[in-house]
């Protein structure tokens, strides 16, 4: 069950690299949207028993960080737990060493014997509108913004319902504000509060190939993946341990699940086989990601 799991998660990580330009075996069908801050923040934290893996994730941050948001590497790694962030942060030092990533100081740099090969990523690709976002507006803000308003599409929207992008509502704001004065959205106010939808749908869809592109809530995404990651480390406790991590991994799932619009987890309180029916949904939820459910 653990290998298992475990194996699931990296084969998602391989996916969605592969969208990216590294050659692998697993591929996504009809992959949603990359978000690629998300998944360089967690690639450590998932290959860790996958030397290939990690060495050509490597390697393709050493040839395209200028694709990757510093702001949103930095605004990530402050939400995740410290098992995700720290070994981003070691990876990360050894990195700079082979190439100016703004997101660590030189002085941070750790010595590195890696040989990278230079990947490309394909932007045509559909997965890729974010980074052919980027190529428009700029690595930042106005890009991931243009991008979070198509995907959420006919909704209204405030500028604090958008921060969770990486930005600061500041930011947001003056983004939102400088794109319904070009008039890509229209604003109206609600509440005393400046709300904003897209007013060309049609236009940025054409400009970015984002016709008929699925999204997915990456953030809420790792958020399961390294909860059920952590629970399958319990396995060989006492049994009462584990049902005790059980119900603890179930009550910090739930919002991101519905979040997400997910079945439930099971439940677990006064449940003898609670915790292994939280290792076969956690199982499921990552197959059906994989397109293999």
Known sequence: MTEGIAKSACDLAWGLW????????????RSPVV????????????????????ELSFGWCVHNHSLISTRRLRAITKRVAKDVSEPFWAWSAELRSLARVNWVEAHEATPSSRHVRRLVPDLSRPSLVSLRARSVFGVGARADIVCAML???????????????GYSKKA????????????????????NADVF???STPVLADLLRAHGTSWMAW??????????????????????????????ARRSLLPAV????????????AVPIGFESMLLW????????????
């Open 282 to 293: 956690g199982s499921k939820c990552i197959e059906t990601l994989l397109g293999h459910a």
């Open 35 to 54: 978000d690629l801050e998300w998944l360089v923040v967690h690639t450590p934290f998932l290959s860790s028993q996958d030397a290939r893996l990690d």
């Open 219 to 248: 953030s809420h995404v790792f958020q399961v993946i390294t909860i059920i990651i952590r629970l399958e480390r319990e396995l060989m406790k006492p049994e009462t341990v584990r049902l005790v991590a059980a119900d603890q």
């Open 258 to 269: 519905a979040a997400l619009g997910w079945p439930e987890p099971p439940q677990t309180a």
């Open 18 to 29: 592969k969208e990216l330009g590294v050659p692998g075996v697993v591929r996504i069908p």
């Open 197 to 199: 939808i897209s007013a």
């Open 151 to 165: 995907e959420r599409d006919g909704e209204w929207l405030r500028a604090s319902d958008l921060v969770e992008q």
């Open 172 to 191: 947001v704001a003056a983004v939102l504000t400088d794109l319904d004065r070009a008039g890509l959205l229209s604003s109206t106010k609600k509440a």
